[in-house]
């Protein structure tokens, strides 16, 4: 039977990258492609950022493709589609690969007559998605604000077990624990604590750094990462940080596994100043079709699709971003020749 596959293009970008990262989809699987809407633009058709039809199409596919949505300003209703759906799933496990293809090198970002060598970058970021401080439980007493930090051990066993999971199938030697025990004794010394005991039973190296620590190292000596795993909010803004170490957030894809369904989204965002001008870098939503097909046990069509990425990196058959000149869909027919002429 085909597996389903939902797909919501969203706003502005998403619905230009989503299109060209689906031909490489359905010419190297057998799927079932179902259509959902949501977004700003949904919003503004019918009151909805996150149709109850969009939702009960994620709850009958096990795949969901998702773009990017806008978030709208002043809206006091306003739920985000994505952490809607991550929520409604339990999709417990952010997953971002962090892999620059060994190609780029970074100028400008240390000053005049510096630059930032980061070739062969090639780590993986896996946050917890589901505690933290993003439980939302806040509230202000008098003129005090008040955030509950939520970190169970239950959820911890899980994403640190995914985590060394993940790094034993995919052949990865070393998972780092980040977490700032040394003043959150309680919630992210649970963490810690935790992620210890279940490394006991992997053959796979195993260290942890304090959060600050790790947010300059990541930057100055990002071959000291293989796997991290961490808190959901500490994971956030990691991973946010990483992609710097991208050259562009074009080449940054992400998953949220949950234990019967998972999705898929390009880390960057709607991007309303160039939607619509066919500029847009498919790369990070074709990655996401890679992720699929590692995800469904299909690594080698995965590592096919990114095989052909880094072609046109080292061809410069890239888009603006990347320092190039070709436009959305030309990147996407350059990575489906590739992909073809394998075949």
Same mark, same amino acid.
């Given at each position: 039977?085909?597996?389903?596959?939902?797909?919501?293009?969203?706003?502005?970008?998403?619905? $230009?990258?989503? /299109?060209?990262?689906?031909?490489?989809?359905?010419?190297? *699987?057998?799927?079932?492609?179902?259509?959902?809407?949501? *977004?700003?633009?949904? &919003?503004?058709?019918?009151?909805?950022?996150? #149709?109850?039809?969009?939702?009960?199409?994620?709850?009958?596919?096990?795949?969901?493709?998702?773009?990017?949505?806008?978030? #709208?300003? @002043?809206?006091?209703? &306003?739920?985000? #589609?994505?952490?809607?759906?991550?929520?409604?799933?339990?999709?417990?496990?952010?997953?971002?690969?962090?892999?620059?293809?060994?190609?780029?090198?970074?100028?400008? %970002?240390?000053?005049?007559?510096?630059?930032?060598?980061?070739?062969?970058?090639?780590?993986?970021?896996?946050?917890?998605?589901?505690?933290?401080?993003?439980?939302?439980?806040?509230?202000?007493? %008098?003129?005090?604000?008040?955030?509950?930090?939520?970190?169970?051990?239950?959820?911890?066993?899980?994403?640190?077990?995914?985590?060394?999971? %993940?790094?034993?199938?995919?052949?990865?030697?070393?998972?780092?624990?980040?977490?700032?025990?040394?003043?959150?004794?309680?919630?992210?010394?649970?963490?810690?604590?935790?992620?210890?005991?279940?490394?006991?039973?992997?053959?796979?190296?195993?260290?942890?750094?304090?959060?600050?620590?790790?947010?300059?190292?990541?930057?100055?000596? #990002?071959?000291?990462?293989?796997?991290?795993?961490?808190?959901?909010?500490?994971?956030?803004?990691?991973?946010?940080?990483?992609?710097?170490?991208?050259?562009?957030?074009?080449?940054? /894809?992400?998953?949220?596994? @949950?234990?019967?369904?998972?999705?898929?989204? /390009?880390?960057?965002?709607?991007?309303?100043?160039?939607?619509?001008?066919?500029?847009?870098?498919?790369?990070?939503?074709?990655?996401?079709?890679?992720?699929?097909?590692?995800?469904?046990?299909?690594? $080698?069509? *995965?590592?096919?699709?990114?095989?052909?990425?880094?072609?046109?990196?080292?061809?410069?058959?890239?888009?603006?971003?990347? @320092?190039?000149?070709?436009?959305?869909?030309?990147?996407?027919?350059?990575?489906?020749? &590739?992909?073809?002429?394998?075949?």
């Amino acid at each position: 039977m085909k597996r389903k596959v939902l797909v919501i293009e969203g706003d502005g970008i998403g619905k $230009e990258v989503i /299109p060209e990262a689906v031909k490489l989809l359905t010419l190297l *699987g057998d799927f079932e492609i179902l259509k959902g809407d949501a *977004g700003l633009e949904c &919003y503004r058709r019918c009151k909805e950022f996150l #149709p109850r039809e969009t939702l009960e199409k994620a709850e009958e596919s096990d795949i969901i493709l998702f773009g990017a949505v806008t978030s #709208p300003k @002043g809206v006091k209703d &306003y739920k985000s #589609p994505i952490l809607t759906l991550r929520k409604t799933f339990n999709l417990y496990a952010n997953v971002r690969p962090i892999n620059n293809f060994g190609l780029l090198r970074l100028e400008g %970002y240390l000053g005049k007559n510096k630059f930032l060598d980061v070739k062969n970058v090639d780590l993986v970021i896996i946050r917890e998605n589901t505690e933290d401080l993003y439980v939302g439980f806040e509230r202000e007493l %008098y003129d005090i604000a008040i955030a509950d930090r939520v970190v169970s051990k239950k959820a911890s066993e899980r994403i640190v077990r995914f985590a060394f999971e %993940y790094a034993k199938e995919n052949k990865r030697k070393r998972v780092s624990c980040i977490h700032k025990a040394n003043v959150l004794k309680v919630t992210d010394g649970l963490f810690l604590k935790t992620f210890y005991e279940v490394a006991k039973n992997y053959k796979i190296e195993a260290d942890d750094y304090l959060v600050d620590s790790a947010s300059y190292l990541l930057i100055k000596e #990002p071959e000291r990462f293989d796997v991290i795993v961490t808190t959901n909010m500490f994971g956030d803004i990691l991973s946010d940080e990483a992609s710097l170490l991208l050259g562009s957030l074009g080449l940054a /894809p992400s998953a949220n596994i @949950g234990e019967r369904k998972a999705l898929f989204e /390009p880390v960057h965002g709607s991007a309303p100043d160039i939607a619509g001008k066919g500029i847009a870098n498919p790369m990070a939503a074709i990655l996401c079709v890679a992720m699929i097909f590692d995800y469904i046990g299909e690594k $080698e069509k *995965g590592n096919l699709i990114r095989e052909a990425i880094k072609h046109c990196i080292e061809e410069g058959k890239v888009t603006k971003d990347l @320092g190039g000149s070709l436009k959305t869909h030309e990147v996407a027919e350059e990575i489906i020749k &590739y992909v073809t002429n394998y075949e």
